[in-house]
């Protein structure tokens, strides 16, 4: 007997942050090792407090109950569970679980929250000058302080993907982090952990102008725009099942 199994091979879900813009970006890609149990989504719609939240270039002037400006604020949260003990079973393949458990990829996860390496910024030049004087014994001082005429730019978060199946591409930002440590080996590195992440989607107003945006920004975009028309063709799928959504609505 063949072993063939009629169980489908499940995708795995994954986050993917690129780094320092480049001709290719290289991506370092966090593989979810269990896909999480559940998947939590939030839609937020427009309200006129949010008014905002556009940004500058979107100015909302209409405070209709209908008014929706720009894309829904959308949230993912979702528990990941890390375990060491498949890669601790062949040590020979996996020294880097032996010696730290899953810490590697602990830290890839929280390295999602830090500003990107290449996000650097411009440092304020400070000039101080003292003079003392002797005439009549009395002294002078006198600082001058001048700063940079560019001011310092923010630092950025790394542009990061969240992939769940080819139906769910999107730039992410990670909002909140929490880790569980349940298992540690004897240099007190983790072999176990519970991670509860908190996802913000960032729509295409979240980038710069398409003319200012890296390579990294515009894989971001690019992904957004794909899982979009995907939601679309879906949403104008449904209408095949119209005609029976009406018969079920008759009381008859």
């Avoid at 813009?21 to 559940?38: K, R």
């Avoid at 880790?179 to 983790?190: D, H, I, T």
């Amino acid at each position: 007997m063949s072993g063939y199994s009629r169980s489908p091979k499940l995708l795995k879900g994954a986050l993917v942050q690129f780094s320092a813009p480049m001709i290719i970006p290289i991506p370092n890609i966090i593989l979810f090792q269990y896909n999480p149990e559940s998947l939590s989504r939030t839609l937020q719609a427009y309200a006129p407090a949010d008014a905002t939240a556009a940004g500058p270039d979107q100015a909302v002037k209409d405070t209709n109950a209908r008014s929706q400006p720009f894309d829904p604020k959308e949230t993912f949260n979702l528990t990941l569970q890390l375990d060491a003990s498949d890669a601790l079973e062949v040590p020979e393949k996996h020294p880097v679980a032996v010696v730290t458990g899953v810490a590697d990829r602990l830290a890839a996860l929280e390295m999602l929250l830090y500003p990107s390496a290449d996000s650097g910024g411009f440092q304020l030049s400070v000039s101080i000058s003292a003079s003392i004087g002797g005439g009549g014994g009395g002294a002078a001082a006198s600082a001058d302080l001048s700063a940079a005429a560019t001011p310092v730019p923010a630092k950025k978060a790394p542009t990061t993907l969240f992939v769940w199946g080819p139906g769910r591409i999107v730039p992410v930002r990670v909002t909140t982090l929490s880790v569980e440590e349940q298992l540690n080996n004897p240099l007190l590195y983790p072999l176990r952990a519970k991670v509860s992440l908190g996802l913000k989607v960032l729509t295409v107003n979240d980038f710069p102008a398409e003319d200012k945006r890296d390579v990294t920004e515009k894989i971001a975009v690019a992904c957004y725009q794909f899982t979009m028309k995907q939601k679309q063709v879906l949403a104008l799928a449904n209408l095949a099942n119209g005609v029976e959504s009406i018969l079920g609505m008759l009381p008859f």
